[in-house]
């Protein structure tokens, strides 16, 4: 196989996305290797059909962010990834800020659809989102998925809206680590490292000792934990519920995410932006939906 160490390299970094599509995406990365050429359109419709192509727009006073596609910190960087393209996290963190800082930008509302990516630039976008609390209403409209990375960014928000067929969730970190060593030797390869620093040369070859596991280990755990205070501070919850409660790595559907304490409604982007363009959207709502209101 081709670029072995690539697909490695891919594998091995701390994912906070969708099982199925991380595993689509490895897949896809093992064929090229192998030789298999895909066209953009090809990648596209295997990895994030229709995801990708929402822009940043106005709609009158409401700045609308796009978050879609696969998460990784400067995605933008290589528009024609094999991640069919997806969105920079930094550059979503960027966006919101440019919208917090525009006197004429009223509320934001976030235009979700992603299985998450890479943990790396997720907390500074969350953080981003939550600096505009108590200044301007943030909305996350779910049009399809709010999977890990993105649930963490999203969560940060004053709310969480979703339509019917959404789901939300999959709050979890993975990576990897595959031993090659057996490979090689099929080959006729035998490969010696050489190193300097105690643990530099760690997990090159062979079997993971049992140091260097635990340490891989500690790494998901703490972005883990990062993950679930985001989480519980942003849905005013327990880190204990968010853990134990909040689909535990699974994906739920929009009624039940709502019932969770997951999400905080039902309803399609039409609905969310009519509520940002007129005060008489009615009684009777949640409290996070009046503070939201309120703010405009």
């Keep these: 196989m081709k670029y072995r160490h690539i697909l490695l390299a891919f594998a091995s970094e701390y994912w906070a996305m969708e099982e199925c599509k991380l595993f689509a995406i490895i897949d896809l990365l093992a064929a090229q290797a192998d030789g298999i050429k895909f066209d953009a359109a090809e990648i596209e419709a295997r990895i994030t059909p229709q995801t990708a192509a929402a822009v940043a727009r106005r709609e009158g006073s409401v700045a609308i962010v796009p978050l879609r596609g696969v998460i990784s910190n400067r995605i933008n960087l290589t528009p024609n990834s094999s991640t069919g393209g997806g969105t920079s996290a930094e550059a979503f963190a960027n966006a919101i800020e440019r919208a917090g800082a525009d006197d004429t930008v009223k509320a934001v509302v976030v235009d979700a659809d992603t299985p998450g990516g890479n943990v790396q630039g997720v907390e500074e976008a969350a953080a981003a989102i939550a600096s505009l609390r108590g200044r301007k209403p943030v909305v996350v409209q779910v049009n399809g998925n709010l999977a890990s990375a993105g649930y963490w960014i999203g969560s940060a928000a004053d709310e969480i809206v979703a339509t019917p067929s959404s789901a939300l969730g999959a709050i979890g970190v993975r990576t990897a680590y595959d031993n090659i060593i057996g490979a090689l030797e099929k080959q006729g390869v035998e490969r010696e490292v050489f190193s300097a620093g105690k643990y530099k040369g760690e997990g090159v070859l062979g079997p993971l000792s049992d140091d260097a596991r635990a340490h891989i280990q500690s790494t998901v755990d703490e972005y883990y934990t ?19 409660g909040f689909g535990e790595g699974r994906m739920v559907s929009a009624s039940q995410a709502v019932k969770l304490g997951m999400a905080d409604r039902i309803g399609t982007m039409a609905e969310t932006l009519a509520r940002f363009t007129s005060t008489s959207s009615g009684s009777g709502s949640r409290a996070r939906r009046e503070r939201a209101l309120a703010l405009l």
Excluded: K, L
């Design 226 to 244: 990062m993950f679930v205070d985001r989480v519980a501070q942003g849905r005013n919850v327990s880190s204990d519920t968010v853990r134990n």
